[in-house]
């Protein structure tokens, strides 16, 4: 019965264990589904299930018939456009960072936008290349390609011949890893095991992102110093090419560095102009495109790769090539790199999409999104095309200005198709280190990130430590083998939080039903010789010694000494008695000798396994109390505690392990007359301890009780409580707060 009085209410019910309630509130029977049934469910076929699998494979279906054209086709046009200019730009810098000719990055800014329209569940994310996937892609065409050797030839041409074979090796290498990349993203949204995502948290994104970033600001400047800079794929790789950077600085083209700097500066100067005044401007200024023309024109009219012998971009293909057969194998060499590049790009992909989602009020859904990025990657590998996920930039881009649907993705990668088709040939003068500076100019969201940190660490410690350990490992061992070592971490982490839990002992608070830690309040009243010990982990295997320990130090003595001194002793008493040295007398015991030689360390050596038994008194003509002094030099440690409740709320599962571990425990509490409660569980963790035959003459399934209140209230009732220094009766069976 509940009654409420103003802010306050009256419970009036019985101490309930779990049996009892268990008994007055019966559960119902309720069939679990096995894995047969579900298997049944998934093969059964109906035409709402096959209606609802074939929209949720080809998501165009169900948006574009309620496509508003008067409301959203003008702003899908605006978007479009402008992030079409933006995906030319990046496409030919990101190519930069994969080894490869800035021409093949438009194929990789155009494929997946189209595949992406259809298969796509996200309206607002612009797909295409992506730095951080673009330096991962990067790296293994460097590995790969500094194993292939080029046929050597006899005629003139031959280092051109050598150069124009070693493009189309790293191109080989790049659409080889995309379309494998592809595959594995392709099965994973067929297997629906998109959950894989969960085990990258936003600390191991953010700190890889940034330590990506680095790696891209150190691989762009060979081109911002058009330095020959040998590849390194191995750990410290990062730092071999920052020694070989430096130890031939002398031979620095000016001019590509003087351009790089000057369009970085105005880069950096327009980007805050557009962020301190976009509410106010319609659309973002479009500084990358304005200073493409210009460095273009300004390369081509002063003659700039001849004068000043800077890189260009050169000669750039026209329309699209015919599509290859990937490499069997460079797919051998590289599947660990395109599992992580699958990865890497879905996680990004899905982050950006789910903050969209979520501003923007639709579902998206992650096996259908792993699904979409499959196809696109194998579709733009086939035609060498780079692997691709979504730029945060563009995809801002797309969503400021305007952009309702993929509708805006498509316009974006006409204006794509234009440039692949009839105007790439107007950026072959183009200089490399103004697409290096490009590329630089998109990582300042990435490298601001070194801000998290002190965020991290007044949030969360252990995140913090994440973001820090995934930036060095990603920073020196590179990017594939460091996002593994730190997956690792993270995950080693989270044992690390439940193998060392902070368990505590709580007391009774302001004299009602709630229990909290001791040391945090000063209002507090403990029932004498009643210990409540709170877990707030599972326990398993790895921590069940740490949680025995904890358990030692909180009720202050180890309950196996105590047995084995206890058995020592019975059998010392047992002694005397045998030699008739003990007289029962009316007044009490009486021992007629002074003194008894005996050997501790010959029972501890030779009786182990008996004195951790239970102590077995019934032979004895009398009653020992323990508490009391007992005859000769007979010495056993002196206990007040007689209950020991368990706050077992907050565990959510015990392993076979630790259930052996558990049980030795609460048997030795047992065994010196100390009362042991579990509460908090719920019954699947009951009904696990009895299939495990966890419970037998000594531990008993009655001793577990609903609540910590209901086990106090059922030890009040058990003990005399009249002498107490904590008198309860102001807290009986009814419970007023």
Known sequence: MIEHIGNQYVVARPVYSANAFGEEHKKKDRYHKTFLDHLKVCCSCSTQKAKRIALSLLPIASW??????????????????????????QGLAYALLVNIPPS??????????????????????SVGPFPVLSIMVGATVMRLSSMADPSPMDSSNSSMSNNSLLDDHKVMVAATVTVLSGIIQLLMGALQI???????????????????????????????????????????????????IFTQIEKTNIADLVTSL??????????EINQCY?????????IELIMTVIATGISYGCDFKSRFDVAVIGKMQSGFQPPITPDIKIIEGTIGDSFSIAIVGFTVAFSVASVYSLKHDYPIDGNQELIALGLSNIFTGSFKGFASSTALSRSAIQESTGGKTQVAGILSAVIVLIVIVALGFLLEPLQKSVLAALALGNLKGMLMQFTEIRRLWRKDKYDCLIWIMTFIFVTVLGLALGLAASVAFQLLTIVFRTQFPKCSTLANVGRSNIYKNKKDYSDIHELEGVKIFRCPSPIYFANINFFKQKLIDAVGFNPLRILRKR?????????????????????????TVDSLKDS??????????????????????????????????????????????????????????????????????????????IVGTDDDFIE????????????????????????????????????????????PVETQF
């Open 688 to 731: 696990k301890l009895a299939r495990c035959e966890f419970f037998d003459d000594e531990v008993k399934d009655s001793i577990f009780f609903l609540t910590i209140h209901d086990a106090v209230l059922h030890i009040f009732m058990k003990k005399d409580y009249s002498t107490s220094k904590f008198n309860f009766s102001q807290v």
């Open 600 to 677: 501790d360390e010959e029972l501890d050596n030779n009786q182990i396994e008996e004195l951790n038994q239970p102590i077995n008194t019934t032979d004895l003509p009398f009653q020992i109390d323990w508490n009391a002094n007992l005859p000769l030099n007979i010495v056993v440690p002196k206990i007040e505690l007689h209950s020991l409740i368990l706050d077992f709320s907050a565990v959510s599962f015990l392993d076979v392990s630790s259930m052996r571990g558990l049980k030795t425990i609460l048997q030795e509490f047992i065994r010196i007359k100390v009362d042991v409660y």
């Open 194 to 244: 998109g959950f894989m995502v969960i085990y990258l948290s936003e600390s191991l994104i953010s700190g890889f992102t940034t330590a990506a970033a680095v790696h891209v600001l150190v691989s762009q400047l060979k081109f911002i110093l058009q330095l020959n800079v040998p590849a390194y794929t191995d750990p410290f790789s990062l730092f071999k090419v920052l020694n070989s």
């Open 262 to 271: 000057t369009v970085l500066f105005i880069l950096f100067v327009v980007k």
């Open 64 to 89: 574009l018939p309620a496509y508003r054209i008067k409301e959203w086709l003008l702003s899908d046009i605006v978007s479009g456009i402008s992030t079409g200019l933006v995906c030319v730009l």
């Open 278 to 286: 976009k509410a106010k401007l319609p659309v973002p200024i479009p």
């Open 567 to 591: 058995n020592k002793a019975v059998k010392k008493i047992r002694k005397l008695q045998k030699k008739g040295l003990l007289q029962v007398t009316p007044k009490g015991v009486i021992c």
């Open 104 to 125: 093949y990055g438009l194929y990789a800014a155009f494929f997946p936008i189209i595949v992406y329209f259809f298969l796509g569940t996200s309206r607002h994310i």
